[in-house]
């Protein structure tokens, strides 16, 4: 890419929780300024009032942080170039739509959206680029007089050149759009509020953005944008650099969204996956550090992102990938860290409500789970068993203890752990293997399956010797005695 100061923004409209393509985005962005040494910019484009709310804006702020990245100018942090909530800068928007009338750039269009309707209706019939026609160009007296009388009010239309927009895109490379195509479009609505692509170009000019990495999604609105420049008189070697991101696909090839697979950050955070596991996994979507590598921390990621090695392929989300990495980063925590993160998840679930005894116990059962779990979500399901009052068998795995096989495995057991005197999970399993597998010729799955429902309720527990040791003797004798039916 260039050398000018390098200045770049993240800007989306939240109109809902930020999703995992303006997080990927966000991620790139942040990424390129740290890596060198620029600065990052984060602007909310809250034109749109009736779809971006402060709820909104809020979650938005709130999810950046939560996934540990900052921002040199923005809300929260100010900056030279402020306000960075585009809703508080409408006054300049209105300065810049004024001066490209004035210059003649741009103009009142009084087609009504009916008039437009109907114009598309009969474009489509002739096979024609469906746009804007340039009907206002010019008008009449007589019919600016009729408009008048009908209390219409304008729109402000961008007037768009004869000829085409080159740029070059620093991962697609050299990209024309022909302007038969990019029709006259609109600055301002008939109210008076400006339309993104005003307040974007506006913005990124005013603000000194050097670099626009963003979705490819936006690719077909920088020919708009560069004409908005131009209108500002800005020279060519001051435009932003533009560089497209490739789409992030769902498993099926089709754009992710929230009908083929779950796309908002908030629903993973839900679920328990860390932070630096939804930023490693979303750096990888469309990205390769190269070397196979895919273990990365935000610094590694801040040290190695160039915008060279972005592709310009699509990326495809792989959700077996994210639990992979989600698991591999659970299993970088130390024991107070996971303790800290995995608490407000069993408290959620109603497993514990957080006493320190509840928590004591909590802390010695995360290590023998640590390798098991792929989120911190599932926590609460491996160890309920530890904090059940009135213990019960889940009603799906009733019949396994009733079988008359599992009976006799647990009226074995039963018998042989009453003489094992020092209650460790190496006693109890020498015990169980000794009565169960050789004593009674059983396989283990059999064997310890039975003992594991009986004594935790359900399949999925901890090791089944390191969750006896820690229910206790006395617990883990009376669930055995409990399911002799
Ligand atoms: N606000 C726009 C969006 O959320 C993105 C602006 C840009 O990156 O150019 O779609």
């Known amino acids: 890419m260039s050398d000018k100061k390098v200045r770049v923004r993240f800007a989306p409209s939240p109109t809902g929780d930020l999703h995992v393509g303006n997080i990927r985005t966000a991620l790139f962005d942040w990424a390129y300024a740290r890596h060198t040494g620029g600065e990052f910019i984060f602007r909310i484009e809250d034109t749109d009032r009736e779809r971006v709310t402060d709820e909104y ?27 960075y909530l585009q809703s508080q800068r409408l006054d300049i928007y209105a300065q810049w739509a004024a001066k490209f009338l004035a210059q003649g750039d741009a103009y009142h269009c009084y087609c009504s959206s009916e008039e437009l309707e109907a114009r598309r209706e009969e474009q489509k019939k002739a096979n024609v680029a469906p746009g804007y026609d340039g009907k206002c160009r010019t008008i009449s007296e007589t019919d600016l007089a009729k408009y008048q009388s009908e209390a219409r009010k304008p729109v402000l239309r961008m007037r768009m050149p004869d000829g085409s927009t080159t740029f070059t895109d620093s991962i697609r490379g050299e990209v024309t759009f022909d302007h038969n195509f990019v029709p006259d479009f609109v600055l301002v609505r008939g109210d008076g509020s400006p339309l993104y692509t005003l307040a974007v170009a506006v913005d990124d000019v005013l603000m000194k953005v050097s670099h626009v990495l963003r979705g490819e999604d936006l690719l077909s609105s920088t ?13 060519t070697h001051d435009y932003p650099t533009f560089a497209h991101l490739p789409f992030v696909m769902g498993q099926d090839n089709a754009k992710l969204s929230k009908r083929n697979g779950e796309v908002s950050i908030a629903w993973y955070r839900d679920r328990g996956f860390l932070p630096e596991a939804i930023c490693n996994y979303l750096a990888l979507l469309g990205w390769s550090p190269g070397e196979d590598r895919e273990n990365l921390t935000m610094k590694e990621l801040a040290e190695l992102f160039t915008v060279e090695r972005v592709h310009s392929s699509p990326a495809r989300f792989d959700m077996k990938k994210l639990e992979a990495i989600n698991g591999d980063k659970i299993r970088l ?63 799906e795995e009733l019949p396994k203890v009733q079988e008359s096989q599992s009976q006799e495995v647990l009226k074995k057991a039963n018998e042989v752990l009453q003489d094992v005197s020092d209650w460790t999970h190496d006693s109890i399993e020498a015990a169980l293997r000794a009565a169960l597998i050789e004593g009674m010729g059983l396989k283990p799955r059999i064997a310890f399956g039975a003992v594991r429902i009986a004594v935790t309720g359900s399949h999925i527990s901890p090791p ?16 055995i005695a409990q399911s002799i039916a």
Do not use: C, H
């Not at 020919?223 to 020279?235: D, L």
């Not at 390191?466 to 617990?475: K, V």
């Open 57 to 83: 804006i809020q979650a938005a702020i709130d999810t950046l942080k939560w996934l540990g990245l900052d921002w040199d100018e923005g809300p929260e942090v100010g900056g030279q170039y402020g306000p």
């Open 333 to 395: 925590l130390d024991i107070d860290e996971l303790l800290k993160r995995t608490t407000p998840f069993l408290i959620k679930d109603g497993v514990i409500t957080g006493t320190p005894e509840e928590l004591a116990i909590v802390k010695t059962a995360l290590p023998i789970i640590q390798e098991r779990i792929a989120t911190l979500a599932e926590v609460s399901a491996m160890l309920k068993f530890l904090f059940t009052q009135n213990f019960s068998i889940d009603a």
């Open 464 to 479: 089944l010797f390191e969750s006896m040791e820690l229910l206790g003797r006395q617990r883990s004798l009376a669930r």
């Open 223 to 235: 020919p708009r944008q560069i004409r908005v420049y131009q209108a500002m008189g800005v020279a």
